[in-house]
């Protein structure tokens, strides 16, 4: 069997095997670059982005190019 070290440490002492996500907050989204980095390196991403067209390229690009289970959401 391979494994794959994504960096999710457990980084407190608490009592719990449970390890979050951790989060990428991307305030100047763009096309989706910094998303879609993010979802590859196992993590989640909210993106802001002020123009339309590229809010729509990049849930295109993060809907075609990200696994299956990716869950792309526009507020
Ligand atoms: C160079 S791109 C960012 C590239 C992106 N970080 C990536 O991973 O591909 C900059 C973006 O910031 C957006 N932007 C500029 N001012 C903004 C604002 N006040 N709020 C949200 N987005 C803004 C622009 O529309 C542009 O798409």
Do not use: W
């Not at 590859?40 to 990200?66: G, H, M, Q, W």
């Amino acid at each position: 069997m391979q494994t794959k070290d994504l960096g999710l440490h457990k980084d407190c002492k608490c009592d719990t095997k449970e390890v979050i996500k951790g989060q990428v907050l991307d305030p100047f989204g763009g096309a989706g670059t910094t998303a879609l980095v993010s979802d590859r390196l196992n993590r989640e991403a909210t993106v802001i982005e002020l123009n339309k067209d590229y809010v729509k390229i990049a849930k295109k690009r993060l809907v075609s190019e990200s696994p299956l289970f990716s869950n792309v959401e526009v507020k």
